[in-house]
């Protein structure tokens, strides 16, 4: 364990595999021989522009990667729930476990979480990486290490279908066929949804996420499209509901935000996953006589067992969304590739 390589990105479109020194082994920590690791969008934009949203890396390198299982080498002293030889999926965020939001079990809006491979708080897109064992979850023996990477995003899909309160006979809208959007989809379904409708401008994302049955309906909007009531007239048509009890903009797009309020039923929720600008104009007087709630999402909190347990019982398949594999020296080769839209990868992945 002499030698730890690991990916570091300096904003530059480039991973430069170095040599790092393995973190101190804490009493409550276990140390993880990493195996799988899934490149997120959010570690594209740290490769690429050194910045993700309000985090920078402000000229200081940073190792990689927030979506990793891998196999407990050690365990600090405390530690008695994991031992040496476990599997775990690792849960990147370690909160603080005594503040308000952390006592009220919502841990992901603590001010002192410590999340992997966000400034300045380093990732695990390495061989050796230090975890707290509280946010370590030892996988049954059907998981293998990549399914167990994939927990990760499957946690976002799980907490804002948690918070759309999506049930038995929802009708969803989906904005975005990314691995978020088509997370949410097979999530949603498995919550019962009767009809979710899928919306994109990659007709050939569209089609993925209606072969894995994350979409009932998809609708392929055209790029130079900028009007928001054909395009909510449009999707009414399609869902011919009375509107949505759910919508869930996991693409960042500005003009799929306004038109979410629009396909709304009264009472129903605007899950904002993705990013888009940082102002937008909303149909409020919409919003307001439609008592329509407008939740905001940030990661996830408690969902790993629920994720464990929907990979562990089949019904939810996240292998299938992995589409490209590389090996930790060709982590470039992986980069690039889940970079480029010709590629058309849903998820990649990298064994350590
Ligand atoms: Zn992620
Ligand atoms: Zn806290």
Redesign the pocket.
């Known amino acids: 364990m002499s030698k730890n390589v690991a990916a570091i990105v300096r904003g530059n479109k480039t991973i430069d595999l170095e040599n790092w020194k393995i973190p101190e082994l804490g009493p409550n920590d276990v140390l993880i021989a990493v195996s799988a690791v899934g490149i997120c969008g959010s570690d594209l934009k740290y490769w690429a522009y050194g910045k993700c949203g309000r985090f920078s890396l402000d000229g200081v390198p940073m190792v990689i990667g927030h979506e990793a299982a891998g196999v407990i080498e050690e365990v600090g002293q405390n530690v008695k729930t994991l031992a040496v030889g476990d599997r775990v999926a690792i849960e990147p965020g370690i ?5 308000d ?2 006592i009220s079990k919502r ?1 992901n809006l ?4 410590r999340f992997c491979a966000t400034p300045p708080v380093h990732g695990n897109l390495c061989q050796y990486y230090v975890h707290d064992a509280d946010f370590c979850f030892k996988m049954p023996e059907n998981i293998s290490d990549e399914e167990g990477a994939m927990l990760e995003p499957l946690s976002v899909a799980i907490h804002t279908c948690r918070r759309a309160n999506i049930s038995k006979g929802s009708h969803v809208i989906i904005f975005g066929a990314g691995p978020i959007g088509i997370l949410c989809g097979l999530v949603a379904k498995q919550r019962g949804a009767t009809q979710v409708l899928t919306v994109d401008i990659d007709s050939h994302r569209l089609k993925i996420a209606s072969e894995f049955g994350a979409a009932d309906l998809t609708y392929c909007v055209d790029k130079s499209l900028q009007d928001v009531a054909v395009l909510a007239t449009e999707l009414q048509t399609i869902a011919n509901d009375d509107g949505c009890h759910a919508a869930l903009e996991c693409s960042g797009a500005d003009i799929s935000l306004k038109t979410a309020v629009h396909v709304c039923r009264p009472g129903a929720s605007v899950l904002l996953v993705g990013r888009g600008s940082a102002e937008v104009p909303l149909p409020m007087v919409k919003a307001g006589t439609f008592e329509i709630d407008i939740k905001g999402i940030f990661r996830y909190a408690n969902t790993y067992p629920e994720a464990i347990e929907l990979v562990s019982s089949k019904a939810i398949d996240v292998q299938r969304l992995i589409t490209h594999r590389f090996d930790l020296e060709s982590a470039n080769e992986a980069f690039l590739t889940a970079s480029d839209p010709h590629q058309r990868a849903i998820k990649v992945m990298i064994r350590c």
């Open positions: 909160s603080c476990k005594q503040c939001h952390c841990y603590c001010k002192k979480m």
